[in-house]
């Protein structure tokens, strides 16, 4: 069965970096989109970023542009999200999904879900 198990979450100060890892397994690694999203207290829960099947295209929310970078390693069925310049609104448990199309196709497209890792960034 499809599993996302996400690692990398921890507590920073403001300004400081963070690498979240989503390991995948039990689907075609190279059949589906996989995205990260974020779901804080009180807050819709966000897409932050999204890469494609074979990493030719990728989405960035505008809230994080410019500090955070999705990227994939085939060869170990892993994506990361590189988080710089973190600042308290980030705080969120960060969540991996996948959907069952190559390209990414927006919320509501994701099927799997990881239990999500906690990212609390402090002031």
């Known amino acids: 069965q499809v599993q996302l198990v996400e690692s990398g979450g921890a507590l920073v100060q403001a300004g400081g970096s963070l690498r979240l890892s989503c390991q995948a397994s039990?689907?075609?690694?190279?059949?589906?989109?996989i995205g990260w999203l974020r779901q804080a207290p009180g807050k819709e829960r966000e897409e932050v970023s999204c890469?494609?099947?074979?990493?030719?295209?990728?989405y960035i929310s505008q809230s994080v542009k410019g500090r955070f970078t999705i990227s994939r390693d085939s060869a170990n069925n892993m994506v990361h999200l590189q988080m710089n310049n973190l600042i308290p609104d980030d705080t969120a448990v960060y969540l991996c999904?996948?959907?069952?199309?190559?390209?990414?196709?927006?919320?509501?497209?994701?099927?799997?879900w990881g239990q999500g890792a906690q990212v609390t960034v402090s002031s």
């Open positions: 890469i494609s099947s074979r990493n030719t295209s990728t």
């Open positions: 039990g689907f075609d690694f190279d059949s589906r989109a």
């Open positions: 999904a996948t959907e069952p199309h190559y390209f990414c196709s927006g919320l509501g497209q994701y099927d799997h």
